[in-house]
């Protein structure tokens, strides 16, 4: 039977939780996303007006430039998660400061 302390992980040091979605990063690289959908659908099925972009179809280029950067950005979120030490998030009780700021 196997007993593990919750609190540590596997290497012995306390357990990291990460921000999860609530990273900004996700949020906008997914705000990113969006609009880059909404681009691409327009580049492709509405008027692309290359008369006025000097024959370039500028929403469907700026919108597969949003989905590259946004893509970038979730990826950067997966591969370097942001880490919240376990006791950052038990010590604050709720409606109190957390121990980092400063009472005034």
């Known amino acids: 039977m196997s ?18 979605l609530l990273d900004i990063r996700n949020i906008i690289g997914g705000l990113l996303g969006i609009y880059g959908v909404i681009l691409v659908l327009m580049g492709i099925f509405a008027d692309p007006q290359e008369g006025k972009t000097g024959g370039v179809n500028a929403n ?12 970038i950005f ?7 998660p942001v880490e919240v030490p376990e ?3 038990a010590s604050a009780e709720p409606g109190e400061a957390p121990a980092h700021m400063d009472a005034r």
Do not use: E, F, M
């Open 60 to 71: 469907l280029w700026a919108g597969i430039a949003l989905l590259v950067v946004s893509a």
């Open 3 to 20: 007993t593990s302390n919750p609190t540590s992980n596997s290497t012995g040091s306390p357990r990291q939780h990460t921000a999860g």
């Open 87 to 89: 006791d950052a998030a």
């Open 74 to 80: 979730i990826a950067w979120a997966k591969l370097r």
